[in-house]
Protein backbone atom coordinates (compact mmCIF):
# COMPACT_ATOMS: atom_id res chain seq x y z
CA UNK A 1 0.00 0.00 0.00
CA UNK A 2 1.43 3.45 -0.92
CA UNK A 3 0.54 6.11 1.40
CA UNK A 4 0.04 9.80 0.34
CA UNK A 5 2.13 12.69 1.45
CA UNK A 6 -0.96 13.95 3.53
CA UNK A 7 -1.50 10.56 5.21
CA UNK A 8 2.17 10.67 6.34
CA UNK A 9 2.60 14.20 7.49
CA UNK A 10 -0.49 13.22 9.33
CA UNK A 11 1.15 9.71 10.95
CA UNK A 12 4.25 11.99 11.15
CA UNK A 13 2.81 14.71 13.74
CA UNK A 14 0.23 11.63 15.31
CA UNK A 15 3.82 10.02 16.06
CA UNK A 16 5.56 13.49 17.53
CA UNK A 17 2.48 14.45 19.78
CA UNK A 18 2.59 11.06 21.40
CA UNK A 19 6.11 11.38 22.38
CA UNK A 20 5.96 14.51 23.50
CA UNK A 21 2.73 13.47 25.59
CA UNK A 22 4.89 10.43 26.63
CA UNK A 23 7.68 12.71 27.50
CA UNK A 24 5.53 15.38 29.63
CA UNK A 25 4.06 12.61 31.53
CA UNK A 26 6.75 10.03 32.00
CA UNK A 27 7.61 11.45 35.12
CA UNK A 28 4.76 10.43 37.28
CA UNK A 29 4.58 7.25 35.45
CA UNK A 30 7.71 6.27 37.01
CA UNK A 31 6.26 6.78 40.69
CA UNK A 32 4.00 4.22 42.05
CA UNK A 33 0.32 5.26 42.17
CA UNK A 34 0.18 4.79 45.78
CA UNK A 35 2.92 7.90 46.75
CA UNK A 36 1.24 10.75 48.80
CA UNK A 37 2.70 13.99 47.21
CA UNK A 38 2.87 17.13 49.18
CA UNK A 39 3.79 20.68 48.05
CA UNK A 40 5.91 23.94 49.34
CA UNK A 41 5.58 27.03 47.93
CA UNK A 42 7.79 29.63 47.79
CA UNK A 43 8.13 33.77 46.24
CA UNK A 44 9.14 31.77 43.07
CA UNK A 45 8.29 28.25 43.11
CA UNK A 46 6.36 25.37 43.53
CA UNK A 47 8.26 22.22 45.09
CA UNK A 48 6.11 18.84 44.84
CA UNK A 49 7.34 15.99 46.47
CA UNK A 50 6.79 12.67 47.89
CA UNK A 51 6.10 13.26 51.45
CA UNK A 52 9.21 10.88 52.78
CA UNK A 53 11.31 13.10 51.33
CA UNK A 54 10.03 16.07 52.85
CA UNK A 55 13.19 17.42 54.67
CA UNK A 56 15.10 17.30 50.75
CA UNK A 57 12.50 19.40 49.67
CA UNK A 58 12.57 22.02 52.51
CA UNK A 59 16.24 22.11 51.90
CA UNK A 60 15.55 22.05 47.42
CA UNK A 61 12.97 25.27 48.36
CA UNK A 62 15.45 26.96 50.36
CA UNK A 63 18.51 26.68 47.83
CA UNK A 64 15.93 27.44 44.86
CA UNK A 65 15.21 30.93 46.51
CA UNK A 66 18.89 31.55 46.99
CA UNK A 67 20.25 30.93 43.94
CA UNK A 68 17.20 32.83 42.73
CA UNK A 69 18.57 36.00 43.82
CA UNK A 70 22.04 35.80 42.47
CA UNK A 71 20.12 34.63 38.73
CA UNK A 72 18.00 38.14 39.39
CA UNK A 73 21.80 39.92 40.33
CA UNK A 74 23.27 38.66 37.29
CA UNK A 75 20.44 38.42 34.30
CA UNK A 76 17.99 40.17 35.71
CA UNK A 77 14.85 37.64 35.31
CA UNK A 78 12.16 36.82 37.21
CA UNK A 79 10.62 33.81 38.10
CA UNK A 80 7.23 33.66 39.07
CA UNK A 81 5.62 29.83 39.99
CA UNK A 82 7.98 27.84 38.57
CA UNK A 83 7.01 24.12 39.61
CA UNK A 84 9.94 21.82 40.61
CA UNK A 85 8.95 18.24 41.31
CA UNK A 86 11.31 15.87 43.13
CA UNK A 87 11.77 12.39 42.05
CA UNK A 88 12.94 9.58 44.04
CA UNK A 89 11.80 6.07 42.60
CA UNK A 90 14.47 6.44 39.87
CA UNK A 91 17.87 5.71 39.79
CA UNK A 92 18.44 8.63 37.26
CA UNK A 93 20.82 11.01 38.12
CA UNK A 94 20.00 14.44 36.53
CA UNK A 95 17.22 16.78 36.01
CA UNK A 96 15.58 18.40 33.06
CA UNK A 97 13.79 21.62 32.66
CA UNK A 98 10.90 21.49 29.90
CA UNK A 99 9.62 24.26 27.89
CA UNK A 100 5.78 23.86 27.91
CA UNK A 101 4.61 23.80 30.73
CA UNK A 102 7.73 25.46 32.17
CA UNK A 103 8.47 22.73 35.05
CA UNK A 104 12.22 21.05 36.25
CA UNK A 105 11.94 17.81 36.96
CA UNK A 106 15.02 16.35 39.40
CA UNK A 107 15.81 12.90 40.17
CA UNK A 108 17.38 12.66 43.79
CA UNK A 109 20.23 10.05 43.30
CA UNK A 110 23.08 12.19 43.21
CA UNK A 111 25.65 11.78 40.55
CA UNK A 112 29.14 10.16 41.20
CA UNK A 113 30.38 13.09 38.72
CA UNK A 114 29.57 15.98 40.76
CA UNK A 115 31.49 18.04 42.35
CA UNK A 116 29.18 19.66 45.10
CA UNK A 117 26.55 18.57 46.77
CA UNK A 118 23.34 17.00 44.42
CA UNK A 119 20.90 19.65 44.94
CA UNK A 120 23.22 22.36 44.93
CA UNK A 121 24.55 21.43 41.82
CA UNK A 122 20.59 20.82 40.59
CA UNK A 123 19.66 24.40 41.80
CA UNK A 124 22.44 26.28 39.89
CA UNK A 125 22.32 24.49 36.60
CA UNK A 126 18.67 23.74 36.33
CA UNK A 127 18.35 27.06 37.82
CA UNK A 128 20.07 28.55 35.14
CA UNK A 129 18.05 26.55 32.15
CA UNK A 130 14.47 27.77 33.71
CA UNK A 131 16.44 31.74 32.99
CA UNK A 132 17.19 30.39 29.62
CA UNK A 133 14.25 29.02 28.81
CA UNK A 134 12.40 32.37 29.82
CA UNK A 135 14.97 34.61 27.47
CA UNK A 136 13.67 32.13 24.22
CA UNK A 137 12.69 33.34 21.23
CA UNK A 138 9.51 32.77 19.06
CA UNK A 139 9.59 32.37 15.39
CA UNK A 140 6.59 32.27 13.10
CA UNK A 141 7.41 31.51 8.74
CA UNK A 142 4.77 31.57 6.04
CA UNK A 143 5.37 30.24 2.27
CA UNK A 144 3.00 30.86 -0.44
CA UNK A 145 2.84 30.51 -3.94
CA UNK A 146 4.15 33.58 -6.36
CA UNK A 147 2.41 35.42 -9.16
CA UNK A 148 3.96 32.80 -11.59
CA UNK A 149 4.97 29.26 -11.62
CA UNK A 150 8.38 28.52 -9.62
CA UNK A 151 7.93 31.75 -7.70
CA UNK A 152 6.99 31.90 -4.18
CA UNK A 153 6.14 34.61 -0.91
CA UNK A 154 8.05 33.91 2.30
CA UNK A 155 7.56 35.42 5.19
CA UNK A 156 8.52 35.55 8.44
CA UNK A 157 7.75 36.71 11.76
CA UNK A 158 10.10 36.86 15.23
CA UNK A 159 10.10 38.31 18.68
CA UNK A 160 12.68 38.29 21.09
CA UNK A 161 12.88 39.45 25.03
CA UNK A 162 15.92 40.15 26.99
CA UNK A 163 16.45 42.71 29.31
CA UNK A 164 19.96 44.51 27.22
CA UNK A 165 21.17 45.80 30.65
CA UNK A 166 22.40 42.26 32.28
CA UNK A 167 25.59 41.73 33.83
CA UNK A 168 25.62 38.83 31.13
CA UNK A 169 23.26 39.41 27.85
CA UNK A 170 22.55 36.16 26.01
CA UNK A 171 23.71 36.67 21.95
CA UNK A 172 20.62 37.40 19.68
CA UNK A 173 19.19 34.38 17.94
CA UNK A 174 17.01 36.56 15.87
CA UNK A 175 18.65 38.53 12.22
CA UNK A 176 18.68 42.06 12.15
CA UNK A 177 17.31 43.63 9.44
CA UNK A 178 19.19 43.33 6.17
CA UNK A 179 21.65 46.09 5.47
CA UNK A 180 21.94 47.29 9.43
CA UNK A 181 24.95 46.03 11.46
CA UNK A 182 23.71 44.71 14.26
CA UNK A 183 26.83 46.18 16.57
CA UNK A 184 26.30 49.79 15.23
CA UNK A 185 22.29 49.71 16.21
CA UNK A 186 20.54 49.55 19.62
CA UNK A 187 18.77 46.76 20.51
CA UNK A 188 15.97 46.74 23.85
CA UNK A 189 14.56 45.04 25.97
CA UNK A 190 11.74 43.61 23.28
CA UNK A 191 12.61 43.14 19.56
CA UNK A 192 10.73 42.77 16.95
CA UNK A 193 11.26 41.65 13.32
CA UNK A 194 9.27 40.96 10.22
CA UNK A 195 10.45 40.03 6.57
CA UNK A 196 8.96 39.71 3.54
CA UNK A 197 10.62 38.19 0.23
CA UNK A 198 9.60 37.34 -2.91
CA UNK A 199 11.78 34.33 -4.52
CA UNK A 200 11.62 33.74 -8.32
CA UNK A 201 14.51 31.65 -10.75
CA UNK A 202 16.37 33.90 -13.22
CA UNK A 203 17.51 31.43 -15.19
CA UNK A 204 18.04 27.91 -15.40
CA UNK A 205 21.79 27.34 -16.72
CA UNK A 206 23.06 23.32 -15.91
CA UNK A 207 26.32 24.60 -16.43
CA UNK A 208 29.21 22.89 -14.88
CA UNK A 209 33.17 22.96 -15.10
CA UNK A 210 34.80 20.21 -15.05
CA UNK A 211 32.14 18.04 -13.46
CA UNK A 212 33.53 19.38 -10.13
CA UNK A 213 31.00 22.70 -9.91
CA UNK A 214 27.44 22.22 -11.09
CA UNK A 215 25.63 25.70 -11.26
CA UNK A 216 21.99 25.01 -11.76
CA UNK A 217 20.25 27.97 -11.23
CA UNK A 218 20.19 31.82 -10.90
CA UNK A 219 17.56 33.18 -8.39
CA UNK A 220 16.71 36.70 -7.35
CA UNK A 221 15.09 37.21 -3.58
CA UNK A 222 13.29 40.65 -3.38
CA UNK A 223 12.89 41.51 0.12
CA UNK A 224 11.46 43.90 2.95
CA UNK A 225 12.68 44.00 6.30
CA UNK A 226 10.78 45.57 9.37
CA UNK A 227 12.36 45.65 13.02
CA UNK A 228 11.28 47.04 15.92
CA UNK A 229 12.57 47.05 18.88
CA UNK A 230 11.18 49.27 22.49
CA UNK A 231 11.64 49.41 26.41
CA UNK A 232 9.78 51.19 28.90
CA UNK A 233 11.39 54.25 27.73
CA UNK A 234 11.70 54.71 23.72
CA UNK A 235 10.99 52.22 20.53
CA UNK A 236 13.43 52.33 17.55
CA UNK A 237 12.79 51.22 13.94
CA UNK A 238 14.63 49.69 11.34
CA UNK A 239 13.47 49.22 7.94
CA UNK A 240 14.97 47.97 5.15
CA UNK A 241 14.34 47.02 1.04
CA UNK A 242 17.04 45.13 -1.20
CA UNK A 243 17.43 42.55 -3.86
CA UNK A 244 19.33 39.32 -3.64
CA UNK A 245 21.10 37.22 -6.71
CA UNK A 246 22.47 33.58 -5.35
CA UNK A 247 23.70 31.18 -7.46
CA UNK A 248 21.96 27.88 -6.75
CA UNK A 249 24.89 25.44 -6.93
CA UNK A 250 26.39 21.79 -6.14
CA UNK A 251 30.16 20.21 -5.84
CA UNK A 252 30.98 16.97 -7.75
CA UNK A 253 27.86 14.94 -8.01
CA UNK A 254 26.68 15.33 -4.68
CA UNK A 255 23.08 17.37 -5.14
CA UNK A 256 22.38 16.96 -1.83
CA UNK A 257 24.49 19.50 -0.81
CA UNK A 258 23.15 22.72 -2.12
CA UNK A 259 25.56 25.94 -2.20
CA UNK A 260 24.06 29.03 -2.76
CA UNK A 261 26.00 32.09 -2.48
CA UNK A 262 26.22 35.17 -4.56
CA UNK A 263 25.64 39.21 -3.48
CA UNK A 264 23.07 41.40 -1.68
CA UNK A 265 22.32 45.13 -2.29
CA UNK A 266 20.24 46.32 0.92
CA UNK A 267 19.01 50.03 1.31
CA UNK A 268 17.93 50.71 5.10
CA UNK A 269 15.23 53.72 4.85
CA UNK A 270 15.95 54.99 8.03
CA UNK A 271 19.41 56.25 7.94
CA UNK A 272 19.29 56.43 4.08
CA UNK A 273 22.24 53.83 3.89
CA UNK A 274 23.26 51.61 1.28
CA UNK A 275 25.21 48.18 1.76
CA UNK A 276 26.57 45.63 -0.90
CA UNK A 277 26.79 41.87 1.08
CA UNK A 278 28.14 38.68 -0.26
CA UNK A 279 25.98 35.65 1.04
CA UNK A 280 26.47 32.24 1.30
CA UNK A 281 24.69 29.48 2.70
CA UNK A 282 25.09 25.79 2.61
CA UNK A 283 21.85 23.26 2.81
Known amino acids: MTLTARTKTIILSVIILLSLWSYSGR ?12 EIKTRHFEIIFPAEIEAEAQRVANLLEHFARCQKTTMESEYSSVHVVLIN ?10 YVPLMSLWHSTPSAFSGMEWYKTLAV ?27 SFHFEGTYERQKQSNTYTWSNNIFFPRGYIESDEKILDNYYRLAANYTFPVMNTNFSIWKIYYLKRINCNLFFDYGLTKDNQKTLIYRSV ?12 NKYIRISAGF ?13 DFILSIN
Do not use: A
Not at 242 to 253: A, F
Open 27 to 38: VMGQSPPNIKWK
Open 89 to 98: QSTDSNGFVN
Open 125 to 151: HEGRHIVQNRKLNIRSRLFLPGIFNHD
Open 242 to 253: GVELPLESYLMT
Open 264 to 276: RYSYCIDNYKSRF
